[in-house]
């Protein structure tokens, strides 16, 4: 499975972005930066992916570096309800039939 | 939005019996998945399944597991046997069939084998 590798756990105050780094520095160039969350333990939750560019939806904000081996999930506000641990996945082109989860970064979101 | 139901939510059954945990993936999806998490522990993949055929399994997915698509919309795990280690979340897990496509996770079943 690709390798990727997030610091256990991180605080942001509410209100402020959270900047959340994800190594990964053994991704190939087919492969795509995905970036789940999981609220306690409900279902894991789809947040954003991307290949190269950087990327924007409603939720988030992915930033990619140039040479791929590193990327940054941001969320612009964080709010209380964003706590949750968030997870960074490589999706390979050769098994891109599952998702890997490795143990993420709780993002401990406080008032 | 289209969203990935599991039925039940909770369900507690004795050690040896068999339970089928029942998922409706997305409808146009076409990869299904199943993941269990353990109390505190990591969400762990069990099992992809793409036209009608398993495409691939981890090593925790033994002979004690099966996984069904019956009837075009349902999409089922089958435990023939339970064992007090398989206590866990079971999440059900639906994508299309490219690498630039999401997976979207059901709530989940808590399962409990008393």
């Known amino acids: 499975d690709a390798k990727t590798t997030q610091p256990p756990s991180m605080d942001c105050a509410e209100g402020r972005a959270a900047n959340l780094p994800c190594n990964h520095s053994?991704?190939?160039?087919?492969?795509?930066v995905y970036w789940y969350r999981q609220i306690h333990s409900q279902g894991p939750q789809y947040i954003i992916h991307?290949?190269?560019n950087n990327e924007t939806n409603e939720m988030a904000s992915l930033i990619i570096t140039e040479d791929r081996k590193s990327s940054t999930l941001i969320l612009p506000h964080a709010t209380l309800r964003d706590t949750a641990v968030y997870y960074c996945?490589?999706?390979?082109?050769?098994?891109?039939?599952?998702?890997?989860f490795g143990s993420g970064t709780k993002l401990n979101v406080k008032p | 939005e289209p969203e990935v139901t599991q039925t039940p939510s909770h369900q507690v059954t004795q050690m040896g019996q068999e339970v089928i945990l029942r998922c409706v993936p997305i409808?146009?999806?076409?990869?299904f998945y199943w993941y269990r998490q353990i109390l505190g522990q990591k969400v762990e993949f069990l099992v992809s399944?793409?036209?009608?055929?398993?495409?691939?399994k981890s090593e925790i997915f033994d002979d004690q597991f099966s996984v069904e698509r019956p009837d075009g919309s349902n999409f089922t795990l089958k435990i023939r046997s339970t064992k007090l280690e398989d206590s866990a979340m079971y999440f059900c897990?639906?994508?299309?069939?490219?690498?630039?496509?999401?997976?979207?996770f059901g709530q989940g079943t808590r399962l409990t084998v008393v």
């Open positions: 897990a639906s994508s299309g069939d490219s690498q630039n496509t999401e997976a979207f």
């Open positions: 053994t991704i190939s160039g087919n492969e795509y």
């Open positions: 991307g290949l190269k």
């Open positions: 996945i490589v999706r390979t082109q050769y098994n891109f039939n599952k998702f890997y």
């Open positions: 409808s146009n999806h076409l990869y």
């Open positions: 399944f793409y036209n009608n055929e398993i495409s691939e």
